[in-house]
């Protein structure tokens, strides 16, 4: 995938008609069928896999009559993604004799609009239309075309298979180039090359304005390749805003969520800010644009309020959203957080200051439009009958449980959105002091009247010990399901030492950590289910989040062993973490089982490994103020982590930890003053 284009095939390479399989232009399938045959036989598979995020390879034989036991017409199909889809078949006769075929690409389309695709609703395919070098498809509204075409041109087209004679000498090669042309309301996507050479792992060229890659070495090669990973992934899911494509953000994943997520691309761009600040401003000012200013119950927006997505397919349905939805309970103080953060790590002051507006009027949506029932709690209760029923991150109809699994009835308080809005109280507040705007004291008495009601209304109690409640429902009363939210309490500020002590000794028990990562709700609850979307499944965002906050809490064995799990599943998903995974107990089923459907590269998901680099590190930038603090975990997590070239206000930092905990820094330009906080070293529970 690259930006808003991608492909789904099987591992023949084929595009097959029936699957969720195609290529998707901006949230619309414009090929829904992509098939080579050789001589009308279908090639006979035998490896294909990703060669790069926008780039495959594919290799496969075609029986030869009388040619013997071993294969000798040999083909290997490179597909890339640039601007557009180009595809390339390379034929190799490895006989002895000259061979004649007619290669034959079968195409088609439907396009479908995606979530027709994920909730089988089924299209009927279009009728190919005659086009010079190839064929093309036209919706029935005109509003959709798609032009294919092969390099040579084919002979002739017997409906939507296009049939290329190609001469294959002994020994040598031949081979044909497919190119997509596809057309919409948004505008044009073109190939940006025609039938050139590919190398066997092609790697497109990085785009303007990205900054220096960072790289990591590590004792254990399967943390360093996942980080490795990540960043590739993030890389290939950056979109840009159109209407200032100098600004970039991290769409939320392939193949469902290939768009500007409020909430997805805050949490991604955060995780991201110590690598890729540009990316951070960038989310920033793409969904400042399109900040609330009124009230419309059909799409949920409020005066200040931050979206929660946007949908630019051509094709829409009664029960699918608004083309752009702020059903959200989370992306407004999200964004304040990260407005704060991109700051802390080094924004600059102009790009701060043009933002602090925005980040006012989000305050601003917290205090005026954020509690409907006037009970002191941001909550939601959805307006539009398209609307979500639930409106944080475990946004499934069933998502949010008491334990005896009886649904939350709206309006629903959650409790991290609690945590997030405290810890955006607190933050703005420091921003709108440093940018002389008034109200900064008002907010910090906001954030501890928040803090104190959270206190005597969340907690709960089981046989295991008192517990932060998910969320509270109409009645105001706890749900008492145990579940993952807690874990996103922890680096907010709103616990105290006691109480995230409590949390973290749930979180890392039996029921709640899995072996392969922490489930969003505990074993031990009526609804749990591990091939869930979000009753017991491992979402890797959740976990990494968890295991930060244990971080800077001070949990140094917590924090590892949920990192562990993670890098352990790694090797699994080929380092490519999914947007989620069954919660099977690994004791029970000693490897992590995929969720059908799952996005993958998913944005959080990928941000999720840097925020696991930065937990191992406890850096805590203070870069307005020329310092950043280090406090590498004790005990390490690993024999050896070094990290080089990290982006620190103009400066690149290299640290390197050893196996006794020793930390060593280097500063390539301008001093910079960094605070290294003691610790105990030890060398228990290494891994590497």
Not at 46 to 68: K, M
């Amino acid at each position: 995938m690259r930006g808003e284009i991608f492909a789904v095939s099987a591992a023949s390479g084929d595009i097959l008609r029936g699957e969720d399989h195609g290529v998707y232009v901006r949230d619309t399938r414009v090929l829904d069928h992509v098939e080579v045959v050789v001589d009308g036989v279908r090639p006979r598979p035998l490896r294909g896999e990703l060669t790069g995020p926008a780039s495959a390879a594919f290799q496969s034989y075609v029986p030869v009559p009388h040619a013997g036991a071993d294969p000798v017409l040999l083909i290997d199909r490179r597909r890339v993604i640039e601007s557009s889809l180009h595809e390339e078949v390379r034929l190799a006769n490895r006989g002895r004799m000259p061979l004649h075929v007619e290669v034959g690409l079968r195409v088609g389309t439907d396009f479908a609009y995606i979530f027709d695709v994920r909730h089988h609703r089924s299209r009927t395919p279009l009728p190919p239309l005659a086009a010079p070098g190839g064929v093309r498809f036209l919706r029935e509204d005109a509003v959709d075309e798609v032009v294919l075409t092969t390099s040579p041109p084919p002979e002739r087209r017997e409906g939507a298979l296009l049939v290329v004679p190609v001469a294959v000498p002994a020994g040598g090669t031949a081979r044909i180039c497919l190119d997509l042309v596809a057309r919409d309301v948004y505008g044009i996507v073109r190939p940006d090359r025609r039938c050139a050479a590919l190398d066997p792992r092609s790697q497109l060229p990085e785009r303007g304005g990205r900054p220096r890659r960072v790289t990591i070495e590590c004792a254990d090669h399967r943390f360093q390749r996942l980080v490795e990973g990540s960043l590739d992934d993030l890389d290939a899911l950056t979109l840009t805003d159109p209407e200032e494509p100098t600004d970039r953000f991290c769409a939320a994943g392939s193949p469902w969520y290939l768009t500007l997520f409020g909430r997805d691309s805050l949490w991604a761009g955060t995780m991201a800010a110590p690598v890729d600040l540009d990316l951070a401003g960038g989310t920033l000012r793409t969904l400042a644009r399109r900040q609330g200013w009124r009230h419309d119950p059909e799409t949920e927006e409020q005066p200040g309020k931050i979206l929660h997505e946007i949908r630019r397919g051509s094709l829409t349905h009664l029960g699918d959203l608004p083309p752009n939805y702020y059903g959200s309970v989370d992306a407004t103080p999200l964004f304040v957080v990260l407005a704060h953060e991109a700051w802390r790590w080094g924004l600059v002051d102009t790009e701060v200051a043009a933002l602090v507006p925005h980040v006012e009027a989000a305050l601003g949506w917290l205090r005026d439009h954020s509690d409907p029932d006037g009970d002191g709690f941001i909550e939601y209760r959805k307006e539009s009958a398209r609307g979500l029923d639930n409106q944080g991150w475990k946004d499934s109809e069933d998502g949010i449980q008491f334990a005896d699994g009886r649904l939350a009835q709206p309006p629903i308080a959650l409790a991290e959105v609690q945590g997030y809005a405290y810890d955006a109280a607190r933050r703005g507040a420091q921003l709108l002091e440093r940018f002389g705007r008034a109200g900064a004291e008002e907010w910090r008495t906001w954030a501890k009247e928040l803090a104190d009601r959270f206190r005597a209304r969340f907690w709960v109690h089981d046989e295991r010990g008192p517990y932060p409640a998910v969320a509270l429902d109409r009645d105001d009363q706890p749900v008492d399901g145990v579940a993952s939210n807690m874990g996103h309490l922890l680096a907010t500020g709103i616990l105290d030492d006691d109480e995230t002590a409590l949390v973290a000794n749930r979180l890392t028990g039996a029921a709640m950590a899995s072996g392969w990562g922490l489930r969003t709700l505990a074993d031990t609850s009526a609804g749990f289910n591990p091939v869930s979307y979000h009753l017991g499944s491992v979402w890797p965002h959740d976990t990494a989040i968890a295991a930060w906050g244990l971080a800077v809490t001070g949990h140094a064995e917590p924090t590892a062993m949920l990192l562990r799990q993670l890098v352990d599943a790694a090797p699994e998903f080929d380092y490519r973490l999914p947007e989620l995974f069954a919660g099977f107990a690994r004791a029970d089923v000693p490897f992590p089982v995929p969720y059908p459907s799952a996005c993958r590269p998913q944005a959080w998901a990928a941000g999720g490994a840097l925020l696991l680099l930065r937990a191992c590190l406890r850096l805590q930038p203070a870069i307005p103020d020329g310092r950043l603090i280090v406090a590498p975990l004790q005990p390490p997590p690993f024999r050896r982590l070094e990290v080089y070239g990290l982006p620190v206000a103009g400066r690149d930092l290299d640290l390197r930890i050893d196996r006794d905990g020793e930390l060593d820094l280097d500063v390539h330009g301008e001093p910079l003053d960094i605070e290294v906080l003691p610790g105990d070293v030890s060398l228990t529970g290494l891994t590497g």
